[in-house]
């Protein structure tokens, strides 16, 4: 059965240490989106960049060491983000509508 | 703890009392009538002086029931109980605040009425009977010592009675602060009883007193100084005697319960309590006595040319109060609490009466405008009189005995005392003859609308005044002399406490003396009838005084105010002002401003990091994050 | 070519999302970030993990990009917006992701695991995460059901204006 499966060596062909190169470049990628955009949206692309990359890295880990919990929490994962976006891009609407803008600079009222 | 048998609890409910009826106008009071008021305020003073007449029947012959019933205070070996010692002393003191006390309440009822702090009054009043009671009932001196500044305290809460007037207010300061200047002595005093003694209890310092003055005996002179320094300020002595004349701003009940009866006598009370010490300290003594002797005379003869009715009154009790003490500092212990007790009864009268009057003319003060009152007032005329012949001691009225008493006691140490003890009774003789003279008879010297208005006062006024009349006329009767045939009942009771005085003068020596003193106490009665009701003489007004330098100087009561003023109170103003305007302004206020800028400038640097931009939490947050995870590697 | 094929995805990745975060127009953002989903799920499958890269592709390029486009449409962004930080901040978030990367690159190298043990080759299936997410985390599963539902309401109740009004 195995064999009619994608193949093996794909797999084994990269070490590990790539991978998590990629996603930790991928998430650093995010935080400067995140800090350097003033662009509500785009922030929001960043997080959404960001926990990609942890995903990315959780099933890394999951293959090398032959373990599929991690996957099911990458699962987990993917039904927060999804529920996140969803309340996020909500409340961005409800901010544009208040104050017509979707500049972070603009929200300077976090403070007593 | 000792079981409570019957003693405890009543010596306890004496002076708890007064101090729930005070917690219970306090609250209740504006809710009361005046009636109800009145008769409740009254009525546990009664019960307090009724409790004390039983006290009076348990005393034993020769000894004190120490009444223990806690620990006060506790702090390594200093030690003071909350006991008290019902003895000889305390009992009459007691009698004494109590029933006099209880009198002046029902007065009150009459005098205050109408008046808007009526249950106010009545609760401070009630305050002070307790403290007076604790302040005569303790066994120790710091006890004593709480009752000694309670009653301060009332009697500045009662002279600033009416607190909306400065003047009054200002005259309730300067008793307290006057007080205050007596008390610090006292304070230190205590301080030296307790560093050489160990205690405070009367009994126990009574029993050591002659081995510490083996040790050293300076120590007890200056014991005995300090505390004598404390009575010179209740009491009202040269020097710290300018606050009692000024005190005359309270109502006239409060001057004749506080201001003569009670509260300015806790300083002879403290010394005839203390007199195991002072027989030990003779230089004290010798101060007493010349101390008493300057207050007595100057006193006196500030009161001859007074022209208001209760400073008169005021002046007289300053002097007889000095001369209380002159009694003292020659060792006449018994004497001088003979006297004390005699005058609380007289001068309490005197002052009702003059408060009866005062009522009766609606608020004026000034002798120069009354005359011819004794048909108006008839019972006011008489027992105002009976007082009258009692202070100025003729017989057979109490204060011939107790005044006589003391000049005798004097004549055996120094027949040059007895000249001027005999001089202050003369003055006394003067300046009440003509208090009496100038306010009851004579021609009437007001207004005729006026003289109209003129009522006399309520029965529940007057029948404290009969009582006090009755006690001043016969009060003499507790302690006659063996010449006689008396047994001195007074100085034989006080045995246990008061060592009797040895110098007894031989009868036919007595009797000059006493010959002497009432011929001439007679001879300034008609020279002051003769001045004041033949020739019609009238007090100079006040701009005719002016010219006049000695009577002037004697109705600017020797210019101790104005000296006071000069050399204690301006420099210290002047002083105040100037660290006020140098010292405080421009340093310690700049000081402490400064650190308030600098905190106030601080913050505003640290607000600014909350300055409630998103990306800048974020970024905040980005630095945190990286800096935990950079101290995890490190570690 | 396996390793070929890595690089090669990894390459596309890095380089989408730095457009996606450089981009001044939104709307490419968002869509250099669906090239990144893209590769990723990519990744996914160079790793034998199929099911999550068909779900992924499902989820955030079917639904939450999806969502953002909506969004964007919504709010009539398509044009450029040009609200730029300062050129300083830039620097300073730049230099802070760099420093972010460096920390955890060392915190990776420092850590000891033993990698390229036994490969696993069907714990990527359907079947292998089936058994898992509906036996050892049937109730995690259904519990995020109900966290669908409460953003859901969320949402709603958000945009409803009557509300926000009132």
């Known amino acids: 059965m195995n064999e009619t499966l994608i193949t093996p060596d794909l797999v084994m062909a990269v070490p590990l240490e790539h991978y998590i190169a990629v996603s930790a470049i991928l998430f650093s990628i995010g935080i400067i989106g995140v800090l350097m955009r003033r662009n509500l949206i785009v922030m929001f692309l960043s997080i959404e960049l960001m926990l990609n990359s942890v995903n990315l890295l959780a099933v890394a880990f999951s293959i090398y060491h032959n373990d599929s919990n991690a996957q099911a929490f990458v699962f987990f994962i993917m039904v927060v983000a999804a529920a996140e976006i969803a309340v996020g891009l909500a409340m961005l609407v409800m901010i544009y509508r208040n104050i017509r803008t979707i500049d972070i600079d603009a929200l300077k009222q976090l403070k007593w | ?635 | 070519m396996a390793a070929a094929l890595f690089y090669a995805l990894s390459l596309i990745c890095i380089v989408s999302s730095l457009i996606m975060i450089f981009h001044k127009n939104t709307m490419y953002s968002v869509l250099f970030l669906l090239v990144t989903f893209f590769s990723v799920a990519g990744l996914y499958v160079t790793l034998n993990a199929q099911f999550l890269a068909i779900v992924h592709i499902i989820v955030y390029a079917g639904a939450i990009m999806v969502l953002f486009l909506y969004v964007i449409m919504f709010l009539n962004m398509s044009h450029i917006i040009n609200f730029q930080k300062s050129k300083a901040i830039k620097i300073a978030a730049t230099a802070t992701g760099l420093m972010f990367l460096l920390v955890i690159i060392a915190a990776l190298s420092s850590a000891t695991y033993n990698g390229n043990v036994t490969a696993g080759h069907e714990i990527g299936l359907a079947s292998t995460l089936g058994h898992i997410i509906f036996n050892e985390f049937l109730i995690p599963f259904e519990v995020s059901s109900i966290l669908f539902l409460s953003a859901m309401v969320g949402v709603v109740i958000f945009n409803k204006k009557d509300l926000i009004d009132e």
Not at chain 2, 70 to 76: E, P
Not at chain 2, 185 to 205: A, E, P, R
Not at chain 2, 284 to 290: H, P, Q
């Open chain 2, 1 to 635: 703890m000792a079981s409570f048998d019957t003693t405890h609890i009543i010596s306890l409910l004496v002076p708890l009392l007064p101090l729930a009826g005070f917690f219970g106008y306090f609250l209740y009071g504006d809710k009361l009538s005046e009636s109800k008021v009145g008769t409740l305020a009254s009525g546990w003073v009664i019960l307090s002086f009724l409790l004390s007449l039983v006290l009076f029947g348990q005393i034993p012959v020769d000894g004190a029931i120490q009444v223990n019933y806690f620990n006060w205070m506790q702090a390594g070996s200093f030690t003071v109980p909350f006991a008290f010692q019902i003895d000889q002393l305390s009992v009459i003191m007691m009698m004494l605040v109590t029933g006099v006390g209880s009198l002046i309440h029902i007065y009150s009822i009459g005098y205050m009425h109408g008046d808007n702090g009526f249950s106010r009054f009545f609760a401070y009043l009630n305050l002070f009977i307790f403290f007076m009671l604790l302040l005569v009932m303790a066994n120790n001196y710091v006890l004593m010592f709480a009752g000694w500044e309670g009653v301060g305290l009332c009697s500045y809460l009662l002279i600033g009675f009416w607190y909306k007037n400065p003047e009054y207010s200002a005259a309730a300061n300067k008793a307290f602060i006057v007080n205050r200047i007596g008390d610090l002595f006292m304070l230190y005093g205590l301080y030296m009883i307790f560093k050489h003694f160990g205690t405070f209890v009367y009994s126990d310092i009574n029993g050591m007193a002659q081995s510490v003055f083996n040790a050293d005996t300076a120590i007890i002179g200056i014991i005995t100084l300090l505390l004598f320094a404390g009575a010179t300020g209740k009491s009202a002595q040269i020097p710290l005697h300018t606050w009692l004349p000024d005190a005359m701003a309270g109502p006239t009940p409060v001057s004749a319960l506080i201001h003569a009866a009670t509260m300015v006598t806790a300083g002879i009370y403290l010394i005839i309590r203390s007199n195991v010490l002072f027989a030990l300290a003779p230089l004290t003594n010798e101060i007493i006595v010349i101390i008493g002797l300057a207050t007595t005379l100057v006193a006196g003869m500030i009161a001859l040319k007074q022209n208001d009715i209760k400073k008169v009154l005021a002046y007289s009790t300053v002097s007889q109060l000095g001369l209380m003490f002159f009694a003292l500092g020659v060792g006449a212990y018994a004497a001088a609490f003979f006297h004390l007790l005699t005058h609380a009864f007289f001068k309490a009268l005197l002052f009702l009466g003059a408060g009866s009057v005062i009522h009766g003319m609606h608020g004026e003060q000034d002798i120069r405008k009354m005359g011819g009152l004794s048909g108006k007032m008839k019972y006011t005329h008489i027992t105002f009189l009976i007082a009258v012949i009692a202070i100025i001691a003729l017989p057979p009225l109490s204060g011939f005995f107790s005044k006589d008493y003391i000049l005798a006691s004097v004549f055996g140490k120094s027949p040059v005392l007895w000249f001027f003890g005999a001089l202050s009774g003369l003055l006394t003789a003067f300046y009440m003859m003509r208090l009496y003279l100038l306010v009851f008879k004579g021609k009437s010297r007001m207004p005729e609308a006026d003289a109209a208005k003129i009522h006399e006062s309520p029965s529940v006024m007057l029948m404290p005044l009969y009582v006090l009349a009755g006690l001043s006329a016969l009060g003499g009767f507790m302690n006659i002399p063996s010449i006689f045939g008396g047994s001195q009942w007074l100085e034989n009771f006080l045995k246990p406490v008061v060592s009797l005085s040895e110098l007894h003068i031989d009868h036919g020596t007595e009797w000059i003396l006493m010959g002497i003193s009432t011929v001439l106490v007679l001879g300034i009665v008609f020279w002051t009838y003769n001045m004041y009701v033949k020739k019609n003489d009238v007090p100079e007004s006040d701009a005719v005084l002016a010219t006049m330098p000695f009577a002037n100087f004697l109705n600017r009561k020797f210019y101790f105010d104005e000296f006071y003023d000069a050399v204690f109170s301006q420099p210290l103003l002047k002083f105040s002002t100037f660290i006020q305007k140098w010292i405080e302004t421009s340093i310690v206020d700049k000081v402490t401003d400064s650190f308030g800028m600098l905190s106030f400038f601080l913050s505003g640097q640290v607000r600014k990091l909350q300055n409630g931009h998103i990306s800048f939490y974020l970024f905040a947050m980005v630095l945190g994050i990286l800096g935990i995870l950079t101290i995890f590697i490190l570690l």
